[in-house]
């Protein structure tokens, strides 16, 4: 079978998945994934959908508003909720199940609203290349029996994007952007002060051009990891001051650039193997 068939077979499959699942919740980041999908539930379902976004400290105001955005430009039906995740103890705390007590939280207030509004399910974007990482926040939505369409009907990050750009959806190459709590080494608290001055810094730099990028911040340090193929332009003297100016008004007192650059999920990489096993639930 051609790619584009084997492509095609896959989107016939989602929206019959879709159709199944008759009125859905989607929960929607504004990410290429959950966009997608919301898309996609929406031109099966019409108004028999609903996108479903947290508005939390940990979602950045430019991608909230991103978010809105796209779902307005689309006609996909959208509600936004608050979360409280930091009025979670397990979740401020910040241990390697971060994910799992934001995840429990989010999809806590989508049953509620489930029940309310009487849908008949919730879907979230979780896609095939996901299985392969660090992702507590996946035993969340199975204890929350949520729907996981894109990964059911077999279809990776790259397809998800292929798709999305054959259909016109301005996100398809959108940079991947997990939370704001991602960004602070673990067994630092996540506090709100924390978050404002990860989205700041992150601000300051696509402000100078940087298109794909992390602040990772640990404590008096801040790490910043640009793409590979922005690093040239990270790597010289009057952008390292800048890069310092920027920073040490935001309070760290050590600035360093990452020279492996961008890579998601880097702070993964400082949990015990033992942690990266066990899964919350």
């Known amino acids: 079978m051609a790619v584009e068939d084997a492509l095609d077979a896959k989107m016939s499959v989602l929206t019959e998945l ?49 978010a809105v955005a796209f779902a307005g430009e689309q006609s996909i039906p959208l509600e936004v909720i608050s979360t ?12 390697g199940q971060r994910c799992f007590h934001c995840k429990d939280e989010l999809f806590t207030a989508m049953e509620n609203l489930r029940s309310r509004r009487g849908f008949a399910s919730i879907a979230y974007g979780v896609n095939v290349d996901d299985q392969g990482d660090f992702r507590p926040g996946q035993q ?12 059911a009907a077999g279809l990776g990050k ?6 999305a750009r054959r259909s016109g959806l301005r996100v398809w190459d959108k940079p991947a952007s997990a939370c704001l709590s991602s960004r602070i080494e673990y067994g630092r608290p996540v506090t709100r002060e924390a978050l404002e001055v990860v989205e700041k810094g992150e601000d300051a730099l696509r402000a100078l051009g940087f298109r794909q990028l ?6 008096e340090t801040v790490r910043i990891e640009i793409a ?5 332009h990270a790597l010289n003297p009057a952008m390292a001051a800048e890069f310092t100016r920027i920073f040490k008004a935001l309070g760290f007192q050590f600035v360093t650039l990452d020279l492996e650059g961008f890579r998601s999920g880097s702070m993964n990489s400082l949990l015990p193997a033992e942690a990266l096993r066990r899964q919350a639930g």
Do not use: C, Q
């Open 228 to 232: 590979g193929d922005e690093l040239a």
């Open 158 to 163: 790259k397809e998800i994007r292929e798709l």
């Open 84 to 95: 409280a995740e930091l009025d979670r103890a397990d979740y401020v705390r910040n241990d």
């Open 214 to 219: 992390r602040v990772r911040h640990h404590g």
């Open 140 to 151: 969340a939505a199975r204890n929350h029996h949520v729907a996981a369409p894109l990964l």
């Open 18 to 66: 879709l159709h199944a699942s008759r009125r859905v919740l989607v929960a929607y980041s504004g990410g290429v994934d959950s966009a997608f999908l919301a898309w996609a539930a929406h031109r099966a379902l019409g108004t028999d959908m609903l996108a479903v976004i947290a508005d939390s400290p940990s979602l950045a105001r430019t991608h909230l508003a991103d």
